[in-house]
């Protein structure tokens, strides 16, 4: 079973629509993170969460939210999707005493 | 301003030669760096590491080579494998969460 799950794996959805993309881990880490690429681009990191109460924004958090539910569950949010907001999503984890990051599979988003 | 450069936006290299990636950081607070390996459809999954107080770290094909006063590393894989082909990401960190280079894609020719 895969330690980080990511749901839709496949998504695509119209301008103006809100989206939440989310993630579970049975890695017991702390820290989870929401990154998009883009071709050319690399990993951009749009949130992150060092534990449940802990919400940070990352270099490219406008026109995104996230929820940490449960140590296991951080989602993130498109409030109202546009076309550019078209890319591949990651959620990564990791614990306080390493700095490697764990990534699950992507979600590939598409917004028309 | 990007912190984390890869200005090669790919590599072909054959099989059984050696294959160079190169990535350079402008933060000199990073003290640790990290190469990712990314397939298609799949999440990247981490390669190698260097912490900042060493200036070579080796694991089987791979080995990671640290110059902190050029602001330089590299990844050495030899001999290369039509398997690693794939999109290498060169990350660093300095008691942030990591930042990620663009990546170069490798294409191992049999």
């Known amino acids: 079973d895969a330690d980080v799950t990511q749901t839709p794996r496949n998504r695509i959805t119209k301008t103006g629509k809100r989206i939440m993309l989310e993630c579970s881990q049975t890695k017991g880490h702390d820290r989870m993170y929401w990154y998009r690429q883009d071709p050319g681009l690399g990993l951009r990191l749009i949130y992150y969460?060092?534990?449940?109460?802990?919400?940070n924004k990352g270099e490219i958090s406008d026109g995104y939210s996230v929820s940490r539910q449960a140590q296991a569950k951080f989602s993130l949010s498109l409030e109202s999707a546009i076309p550019n907001q078209t890319a591949l999503y990651f959620c990564?984890?990791?614990?306080?005493?390493?700095?490697?990051?764990?990534f699950g599979p992507g979600t590939r988003l598409t917004v028309l | 301003d990007q912190q984390v450069k890869q200005n090669s936006p790919s590599l072909s290299v054959q099989e059984g030669r050696i294959s160079i990636l190169n990535c350079d950081y402008t933060?000199?607070?990073?003290?640790?760096f990290l190469w990712y390996k990314k397939y298609p459809a799949e999440g990247p999954t981490f390669l190698i590491s260097i912490s900042s107080i060493k200036d070579k770290n080796e694991d089987g094909r791979f080995t990671v080579f640290l110059n902190k006063s050029a602001k330089h590393l590299s990844l050495h894989i030899v001999p290369s494998q039509p398997g690693d082909s794939a999109v290498y990401f060169c990350a660093a960190s300095g008691n942030t969460p990591l930042v990620f280079g663009k990546g170069t894609r490798l294409s191992v020719i049999a």
């Open positions: 969460s060092f534990d449940v109460k802990d919400i």
């Open positions: 933060n000199s607070m990073f003290d640790y």
């Open positions: 990564a984890t990791s614990d306080p005493g390493l700095v490697e990051q764990f």
